[in-house]
């Protein structure tokens, strides 16, 4: 199953306060989950100004309608099409 890493603007993103952080993820899990078992939230990472998240799902589609039906900003949705890291040099 593809994996796609989506860029979502929020200025401020890295001030938000643990609580809201916390109803957010609650939000999205509630979308994942009446969306079905094809799309999966793996992780996110919160900079500044913006959220990097990671999902496993069959298409493009899925990501933006999970954005859409959240309420979440998708300013860009790339499928990863490979991974590298230290390893790889070896």
């Not at 890295?14 to 793996?42: D, F, H, M, T, Y």
């Not at 959220?51 to 999970?66: F, G, K, M, Q, S």
Request: glycine letters at 8%; a negative charge.
């Amino acid at each position: 199953m593809p994996k796609y890493v989506i860029e979502r603007e929020i200025p401020g993103a890295g001030n938000i306060p643990p609580r809201e952080l916390q109803a957010i993820s609650q939000k999205s899990c509630g979308v994942l989950k009446g969306l079905g078992p094809q799309i999966q939230w793996v992780q996110s990472f919160v900079t500044d100004d913006k959220i990097y998240c990671i999902y496993i799902a069959p298409d493009r589609e899925t990501v933006l309608e999970h954005a859409r039906q959240g309420g979440f900003p998708a300013n860009s949705v790339a499928q990863v099409r490979s991974v590298i890291d230290p390893t790889t040099a070896e």
